[in-house]
């Protein structure tokens, strides 16, 4: 029996042990029987600590129906302590994907991916908003319109497929993607209007475009680092507003 076990013949397992059970009803008195249904014991409590193993693994539905099948002709729990030891077995299995998920690294679109992907096939209802939370973490790190697209259409797609049954948490990713997609769109038009004001700033003082942007670097460090862009365009607009009080003559 205790064969059959380790090599996954669960069926012929089953049987052995329900024959020993029966042998040892009729002639529980002779110390052989009574030998072997210790050993198909210990058995039966190999094959259950495997079953409850094999639910954390990386194993599909079928294969958890099938291990749930042979723990409930096993008869070692009852049907409601089944059910718990089911949803704590996969909940851990869940658990290690989304953990996998967020420290693995690398370029935010395998992250979102690799968490989407989780998320459809090995959902707990507990665990939509850790997925929430994980894509609002990582979509402000895509810095490609095309990249952000294939993982909101993997976002959406999984969402439907849990929409059957009742678990669509599409209105919660779509405020995320609209950040993530507006914040693509300013982008470049923020570096575009600054590009503009440096270069209309230079113009109006007669400056060389990258004599002004050196001085603005430079006032800025002088500054304690300012705040990036931020602090170049105040200093822009200083200069500017100075131009137009003081009269500066244009070459």
């Given at each position: 029996?205790?064969?059959?076990v380790?090599n996954?013949?669960?069926?012929?397992?089953?049987?052995?042990?329900a024959f020993v059970?029966?042998?040892?009803?009729?002639?529980g008195g002779?110390?052989?029987?009574?030998?072997?249904?210790?050993?198909?014991r210990?058995?039966?409590?190999?094959?259950?600590?495997?079953?409850?193993?094999?639910l954390?693994?990386?194993v599909?539905l079928?294969?958890?129906l099938?291990?749930?099948?042979?723990?409930?002709?096993?008869?070692?729990f009852?049907e409601?302590?089944l059910?718990l030891?089911?949803?704590?077995?996969?909940?851990?299995?869940?658990?290690?994907?989304?953990?996998?998920?967020?420290?693995?690294?690398?370029?935010?679109?395998?992250?979102l991916?690799?968490?989407?992907?989780?998320?459809?096939?090995h959902?707990?209802d507990?665990?939509?908003?850790a997925?929430?939370?994980?894509?609002?973490?990582?979509l402000p790190?895509?810095?490609?319109?095309?990249?952000?697209?294939?993982?909101?259409?993997?976002?959406?797609?999984?969402g439907?497929?849990?929409?059957r049954?009742?678990?669509?948490?599409r209105?919660?990713?779509?405020?995320?993607?609209e950040?993530?997609?507006?914040?693509?769109?300013?982008?470049?038009?923020?570096?575009?209007?600054?590009?503009?004001?440096?270069?209309?700033t230079?113009?109006?003082?007669?400056l060389?475009?990258a004599?002004?942007?050196?001085?603005?670097?430079?006032?800025?460090?002088?500054?304690?680092?300012?705040?990036?862009?931020?602090?170049?365009?105040?200093?822009?607009?200083a200069?500017t507003g100075?131009?137009?009080?003081?009269?500066v003559?244009?070459?």
């Amino acid at each position: 029996m205790l064969t059959c076990v380790r090599n996954r013949h669960y069926d012929e397992a089953l049987d052995l042990g329900a024959f020993v059970r029966k042998l040892e009803t009729l002639h529980g008195g002779l110390p052989l029987v009574r030998r072997l249904a210790a050993e198909a014991r210990a058995a039966s409590a190999a094959m259950r600590g495997a079953l409850l193993r094999r639910l954390e693994a990386d194993v599909a539905l079928p294969e958890c129906l099938r291990a749930v099948g042979f723990l409930r002709r096993l008869a070692c729990f009852g049907e409601r302590e089944l059910r718990l030891e089911f949803l704590v077995r996969r909940e851990a299995w869940v658990a290690t994907c989304a953990a996998q998920a967020e420290e693995e690294g690398g370029p935010a679109y395998e992250s979102l991916r690799r968490a989407t992907d989780g998320l459809r096939l090995h959902l707990h209802d507990r665990r939509a908003e850790a997925y929430v939370a994980h894509v609002r973490r990582q979509l402000p790190r895509l810095a490609d319109g095309g990249a952000l697209a294939s993982v909101m259409e993997a976002a959406m797609y999984a969402g439907a497929s849990l929409g059957r049954a009742g678990l669509d948490l599409r209105p919660l990713l779509a405020p995320a993607f609209e950040d993530a997609a507006r914040g693509l769109l300013l982008a470049p038009l923020l570096a575009a209007a600054l590009a503009r004001t440096f270069a209309s700033t230079a113009h109006a003082l007669g400056l060389d475009p990258a004599a002004l942007a050196r001085t603005l670097r430079e006032e800025d460090d002088g500054a304690g680092g300012g705040d990036g862009d931020g602090g170049r365009c105040a200093a822009v607009g200083a200069q500017t507003g100075g131009t137009a009080g003081g009269g500066v003559t244009r070459r």
